[in-house]
């Protein structure tokens, strides 16, 4: 079956370093893949998407890798703030052409001052 | 506002009621998701609308849950004879429809579903 892993752990970071977070999937040939942020009590809001053919994609502090033979994306946050603390989820194409999600249970960051 | 609203943002309900739950997507956006997330766990996938086709309904869990469009925009989410288990945020989250569906889901904040 498909499966979309994430670190269960939390991940605490001082604030200023990178935070990089990692994503691992199983029994996919996505086209792509998203990374949204969850708040607490809160929806999950788009932050990236990278497609299959695309190895790294950056939007301002954020930097998102996509190795589709080791089936796995990284991201990262540079320079982190208190205000990046969220869970963080990585999402896959339900069927590898497009349609709806299925997400990872996420990893929560804590940046600490 | 400008996003996705979902009401009500909280519901408490006993055991055996039906409830109903409402999404009011992005003016313009031809799809439209419902998910859930239990405590601890990872969004689940419910239902998909794409414009006027049938949705994809794959991920409901039992015929209680039922899904409708109207118009192609406002999505009302019906769970019926409600069951503990069905204790979660149902998130509902709507998208334009681009080549291979590789677009950004927009979403709601939810509805707290709570089963005494």
């Known amino acids: 079956s498909q499966k979309i892993e994430q670190n269960s752990e939390a991940l605490n970071i001082q604030e200023g370093k990178t935070a990089t977070l990692t994503c691992n999937y199983t029994?996919?040939?996505?086209?792509?893949l998203q990374w949204y942020r969850q708040d607490p009590g809160r929806g999950p809001v788009f932050l990236l998407l990278i497609r299959e053919n695309e190895k790294e994609k950056r939007k301002e502090r954020l930097k998102v890798t996509f190795d589709t033979t080791l089936k796995q994306s990284l991201f990262h946050i540079t320079a982190s703030q208190p205000a990046d603390s969220a869970t963080y989820l990585c999402a896959l194409p339900r069927r590898d052409s497009g349609y709806a999600l299925n997400f990872g249970k996420g990893t929560s960051l804590l940046v600490t001052p | 506002g400008a996003g996705v609203s979902q009401s009500p943002s909280n519901k408490v309900t006993e055991k055996g009621k039906d409830v109903e739950l409402r999404c009011d997507p992005i003016s313009g956006h031809t799809a439209l998701y419902w998910y859930r997330q239990s405590l601890g766990q990872g969004l689940e996938f419910l239902i998909y609308f794409q414009g006027n086709s049938a949705p994809d309904k794959s991920g409901l869990p039992s015929d209680r849950f039922s899904a409708e469009r109207t118009g192609g925009s406002v999505s009302t989410l019906t769970i019926q004879r409600t069951q503990q288990e069905d204790s979660a945020v149902y998130l509902c989250a709507s998208s334009f429809q681009g080549a291979g569906g590789n677009q950004p889901q927009h979403f709601g904040d939810g509805t707290r579903l709570s089963i005494l």
């Open positions: 029994n996919y040939s996505p086209a792509y």
